[in-house]
């Protein structure tokens, strides 16, 4: 009877394990649902929260790192993104989702190097202990989430690629975030809200 | 109590499991420069998604793993000599490999070419070069986000795609539900 119950109780666990599991692989945002606000660390050593910018109509939210080749490569449009966004209140607000322990390239140090290199316009944040890119559901370098500041809070409007050709700028035919962010200014609905590219894992 | 211990060692377990799955990851040193010319000799097929298509999709008695990997990614280079492991092991079990690179047109000859080379590899390396990510990721798995390792596994019968990495072990497990049926 004992044995019975111990195997009972054993493949309890295993399910209930094995549910958390598939939710934890489900879980991130999907467009419509409301992102969470965060405080992490920006290169210049302050701390960054989206309640920090009162005047904001929206975010950029740019999940990127130092090391990926395909983040590197979208570097100048991000920043580009971001000097033609802000002014008209949405800005860029990048963050380093990777576990610098494991990925040195990665580190706080190395963020700050190469802002400066770069020279950032946007915050260039560590998410610390890696708890926020989860509860976005990034996967990958680079992932962008377009996010719209309302009553309700911060809305998610756009999840996916800048553009459709990391490659090669001029051959770029679909700028995906910039028509997602237009639309979204202009009040209309955004026409392609969902978008995949090849990236980088996100180390943990 | 003695079910309370057992509980107890099984999430400790469960735990570590998911703790050692974690590749280690060692930085990538290079800088790179996307817009190379592409007319660079290598000796590996380079394919749009319409060229690669037909190699997804064979229907003769093989069973066929397909890895998507690239130099600069860490944990697809780990997983590779696994791969070749099993593929040497069971190739004459009618399994054939392919080995898909995502590799950028400038790394092609300064890295892939070494790579390959260095390491031998007996699965065929084919690069696919198609920019248009967001086009051919969903035909390939509708779920797949675009991270990379994955790889997909197929036969006539039957298809699997893994947006993860394999050990070697896992890799077996799942190659034998397509050879023993």
Redesign the interface.
Known sequence: MKIIKTIGLFAIVFITMASIKNNELASGYDIGDIATDFSLKNVDGEMVSLSNYKDAKGFLIIFTCNTCPYAVAYEDRIILLDKKYKEMGVPVIAINPNNPDVKPGDSFDKMKIRAKEKRFTFPYLLDEGQKIYPQYGASKTPHIYLLEKTKKGNIVKYIGAIDDNYQDESKVEDKYVENAVDAMLAGEEIEVTKTRAIGCSIKV | M??LV??IF??AL?LTSCISK????????E??N??VAKDISVDFPIYDFSGLEPLLNKKDDKTYIVNFWAT??K?CIEEVPDFEKTYAEQKDNNVEMFLVS?D??S?WEKRLVPFVKEKNLKGEVVILDD????EW??KIDAN??????ATLIYNKEKRIFYSHGFTYEELNAELDKFLNK
Not at chain 2, 131 to 134: A, I, V
Request: glycine share 8%; proline share 16%.
């Open positions: 003695r079910q057992v509980l099984l999430v469960f974690n590749t280690k990851e060692v930085p990538l040193g800088s790179m996307t817009k600069w990614c944990p995502l950028m047109p790394m920019p248009k990510m967001n990721i969903p797949w986000e675009g991270g990379i390792p």
